[in-house]
C-alpha cells in the first residue's frame, strides 16, 4: 500500500501536468489568435495596396489627359507663331 505522502505526490505530479496541459492548450489558442489577426492584417493591407494601385492609375491617366492637352495648346501655339511670323 502507498502512503499519503506518495499518494500526495502523485496527486500533485498530476495537477502539475494537466496545468501544462491547459498551459499549452493556450498556446494553440494563441496560436490560433495570431494567425486569424495576421489573416485579418493580410487582407487590410491587400485592400491598402489595391487601393493606393487604383488611385495611382486614376492619377496617371489624369497625368496622360493633362499631357494630351498640353501637346494640343503647344500645337495651336506654334500654328499662331507661324500665322504671326508671315
Request: no cysteine; net charge negative; proline share 0%.
Amino acid at each position: 500500500m502507498r502512503s499519503f505522502g506518495q499518494l500526495s505526490s502523485e496527486q500533485a505530479q498530476r495537477e502539475n501536468d494537466f496545468l501544462s496541459y491547459l498551459t499549452e492548450g493556450n498556446k494553440v489558442e494563441e496560436l490560433a489568435n495570431f494567425e486569424a489577426e495576421l489573416s485579418q492584417r493580410r487582407s487590410e493591407i491587400l485592400f491598402k495596396v489595391t487601393t493606393d494601385i487604383e488611385d495611382t492609375e486614376n492619377a496617371l491617366k489624369h497625368v496622360e489627359q493633362l499631357a494630351q492637352r498640353l501637346k494640343k495648346h503647344l500645337e495651336q501655339l506654334k500654328g499662331l507663331q507661324r500665322v504671326l511670323s508671315k
